[in-house]
């Protein structure tokens, strides 16, 4: 073994905004290169999104009844892309509850790191994948013949609302994945993913269901981003009285800045109050 | 604080809800020493590491590590400590090197210099040849010594070690204390926890004793072991009847009350650092034909310091926590 050279540290050893930029960098980095190490689990979870697609496109389809007579898979997608957001929530979860279990928040705490790094970073790379699968998922539409007919500018703002939304769910993902550790936040999250998913307008009216049910379908942001993305690319929906259902891409809007502004404070506060 | 010390805890407490965790924690570690933190779990040990490398506040009390305040300048502390945990902190996904490269960007090494020194490092600890293996494939101890390289990134002039070599063999065990003793020679100063007497008996300079949140006894392995009183001279002697007539020799010869093993025909006495107590005793047997079976100069082990300094062996209270 060779005597080791001893670099000095830096001369500047305060942090600020340049080691926050620098440091998430680094970190988005890290996550970039994990997924060229192992790329298996991006393809599967596109090639799993895409399966879902066809699922409902070809074995669902004809079974359901589309609302004003229009396309059926016209009338799928915007509720896919949605769904897609959501259920991708948890690899953020589990890439957080992770780091902190294996005892690599630790390490990256006992180090000069910005503190906001780590959770920026972990925001940021994940926004990346979502701006992925969601590539991979229009282009499946595409495919099987979905169509935006609402103009370039509809259909950029259809698509940054979705992404708005998927950058809201991140911060409670990221959150929970603080909260709860390892294979509790796994279940955590996947059990919150199917109720919020499922009791929304993505794939049935809300005025079908028991009033309450209704209620809280329209009111849930997932039906806001639905039914504001149905409005922008000019697809089939459902339509509806209450005053949600007439205010979609308001609360498409409003919901996802609501969230971000509960869920990201909490979530720097709980990485603070790992200190004790 | 001297400037001598490389760590300064005083008084530190740390209360989780009812209970305290420190409780009136000092501790002093000299510059380029290895200090081994000794104590059941739930003594304190990993508490008192995890403040001063700045993971946790502190209630009360004051600490310096390598020359700075964790409280008021912890940036300061990150940039000179390096923290090794019980479980390897890494990527599994990437490879050796990125981990390490990971790192050195994140100690704003810069990109150049942060590949420079993981190469160092692979080399140094004898993982060039898996640099470029996903961490998923290294073996128990290949992980720790890459969990030391981490931590040695910035060459840090005070590293935590909390309990670097649990759950390795003793092959990997080896390999950790090996790579731990290089490190001291290059001057760092080694904060160890340990619940292993053996590796604290290895490794530290000094030794302090944790329990209940608090250090109860200080000083090296052989002043820790003389406090008990020094040596033990143990005979075994050939005739269980022979037993009478060999305490009543030994306890002439060392001067002081011999405990007796009837089991194993065995007598005990303390001999505090007489060097002639063993033949002194053999000559008193001699006198009067007790033939001896085997016989046996021995000094205490920490096992029998912290038997006496705690009332339990650290291994029945590893169990209990």
Not at chain 1, 144 to 152: C, K, L, M
Not at chain 2, 95 to 108: A, E, K, M
Not at chain 2, 244 to 256: E, G, L, W, Y
Request: proline fraction near 5%.
């Amino acid at each position: 073994m060779s005597a080791v050279s001893m670099p000095a540290p830096p001369v500047d050893l305060t942090p600020g905004r340049p080691a926050l930029l620098a440091d998430s960098g680094t970190l988005i980095w890290r996550g970039l290169a994990r997924w060229r190490r192992d790329p298996g689990a991006l393809i599967a979870s596109l090639g799993f999104n895409t399966l879902i697609v066809l699922m409902f496109a070809y074995l669902f389809g004809g079974a359901l009844q589309v609302p004003g007579g229009g396309s059926y898979r016209e009338f799928l997608m915007p509720g896919m892309f949605v769904m897609t957001m959501v259920f991708g929530i948890s690899l953020t979860t589990v890439a957080v509850a992770e780091d902190l279990e294996r005892g690599v928040t630790d390490r990256l705490r006992s180090m000069p790191v910005s503190p906001l790094a780590p959770l920026a970073a972990r925001a940021v790379a994940d926004m990346l994948f979502a701006a992925v699968t969601l590539g991979v998922l229009l282009l499946t539409g595409l495919a099987i013949g979905w169509r935006a007919h609402g103009g370039g500018g509809a259909t950029m703002a259809a698509v940054g609302l979705i992404l708005l939304l998927r950058f809201a769910l991140i911060w409670v993902g990221i959150f929970l994945g603080l909260v709860a550790r390892g294979q509790t936040a796994v279940v955590a999250v996947q059990t919150l993913e199917f109720p919020l998913g499922f009791l929304s307008n993505a794939f049935v009216a809300p005025s079908t269901m028991p009033a309450w049910l209704g209620a809280v379908a329209a009111w849930n942001p997932l039906s806001a981003t639905v039914g504001a993305t149905r409005e922008l690319f000019g697809n089939p929906g459902w339509g509806g009285d209450s005053w949600a259902a007439q205010h979609y891409p308001l609360l498409a809007v409003l919901w996802p800045l609501v969230l971000v502004a509960v869920f990201l404070p909490l979530s720097v506060a709980r990485y603070r109050r790992l200190a004790g | 604080m001297t400037r001598a010390d490389a760590i300064v805890a005083q008084g530190l407490r740390k209360r989780y809800r009812d209970r305290y965790a420190l409780d009136g924690f000092d501790l002093r570690v000299p510059r380029g020493t290895v200090c081994g933190l000794l104590g059941p779990n739930g003594a304190g040990k990993t508490t008192s590491v995890r403040i001063l490398s700045t993971l946790l506040r502190l209630d009360e009390g004051r600490a310096e590590v390598a020359g700075f305040d964790v409280t008021r300048q912890p940036d300061q502390v990150r940039y000179r400590i390096g923290l090794v945990g019980q479980h390897p902190a890494l990527d599994e996904a990437l490879s050796g090197r990125q981990n390490l490269v990971l790192f050195g960007r994140l100690f704003h090494l810069g990109r150049r210099r942060a590949h420079q020194r993981a190469v160092e490092l692979l080399e140094r600890f004898g993982l060039a040849d898996a640099a470029e293996q996903p961490v998923s494939t290294y073996s128990g101890g290949m992980r720790r010594r890459l969990d030391l390289a981490a931590g040695m990134i910035l060459a840090p002039a005070v590293l935590f070690l909390d309990e670097p070599t649990t759950g390795l063999d003793p092959r990997g065990r080896n390999e950790v204390w090996e790579s731990v003793r290089e490190l001291v020679r290059t001057g760092a100063t080694v904060l160890l926890t340990t619940q292993q007497l053996d590796e604290a008996d290895q490794l530290a300079d000094r030794i302090s004793v944790v329990e209940a949140g608090r250090v109860i006894a200080e000083g090296t392995p052989d002043d820790l072991k003389t406090r008990l009183g020094g040596d033990r001279i143990e005979v075994v002697v050939a005739e269980p009847t022979d037993l009478a007539a060999a305490v009543t020799q030994i306890r002439r010869a060392a001067d002081d009350e011999p405990t007796v093993d009837v089991d194993r025909r065995m007598v005990s006495v303390r001999v505090g650092h007489q060097a002639g107590a063993l033949v002194d005793v053999l000559r008193a047997l001699d006198a009067v034909n007790v033939p001896v079976a085997d016989v046996a100069l021995r000094r205490p082990t920490l096992d029998d310091v912290f038997l006496h300094l705690t009332g339990h062996r650290a291994a029945t209270a590893e169990v209990a926590a």
